[in-house]
């Protein structure tokens, strides 16, 4: 595969959501594309963004970021540790 960008009907899709501020079924959409291609950097550079505004959000909203939320966002896995720690600055 060559990865979300070079698939003009995901791309578009996901341009679609983004801008509709559909972030959850953004980051869905980006989550099985990093599992049909575990190397599509283009997927997980869009799904830190989402994740980013997603938190950003709540923490404006002063509501929680629940460990559900980070563990949809790919948080939870080894490389999300940056959310939690994001997170801890923010809230306090």
Known sequence: MDGLLHDPT????LELL???QRYEES?????????????DRDAYLYR??????????QVAEGRQI????M???GVLRARGQWL???HRVFIR
């Open 48 to 57: 830190l963004f989402v994740a980013r505004i997603l938190v950003l959000r």
């Open 18 to 20: 983004v801008s509709q």
């Open 27 to 39: 980051v869905s959409l980006l989550n099985s594309a990093i599992e049909a291609d575990p190397n």
């Open 66 to 69: 629940g460990s559900a939320l």
């Open 10 to 13: 995901r791309h578009a899709r």
């Open 84 to 86: 939690e720690l994001l």
């Open 71 to 73: 563990a949809e966002c």
